[in-house]
């Protein structure tokens, strides 16, 4: 096999891999959820269901007090990272517990 045609050949590959023509394709595909969009309410009922004050809940979030408060009053919305951990912590409080350290 000379040169043009190798290269044609992995180029073919790569096609099919990526319409998922060929059987590794098959075994990698993941289906991710959207991220959830949180009224201020919902996140008031996350942080008071877990028993947490806007502080410790912003610091499990890895966020300031005042972005929490924003979030409840609806000033601004939780995105990315931080809307993946609210649902975590919808889903199973536990995941939120698990990561609060008692001195």
Not at 13 to 28: E, S
């Amino acid at each position: 096999m000379n040169v043009y045609d190798s290269i044609m050949a992995g180029l073919n590959q790569a096609v099919d891999y990526t319409q998922g023509n060929c059987p590794q394709a098959q075994t990698h595909k993941i289906k991710v959820e959207p991220l959830e969009a949180f009224k201020p309410e919902d996140i008031k009922l996350i942080r008071t269901n877990l028993q947490m004050t806007q502080v410790i809940f912003a610091a499990i979030l890895g966020v300031s007090k005042k972005t929490v408060e924003a979030w409840e009053q609806g000033i601004n919305s939780p995105s990315g990272p931080a809307s993946r951990l609210l649902k975590m912590f919808k889903d199973n409080p536990a995941n939120a517990q698990m990561l609060v350290k008692s001195v």
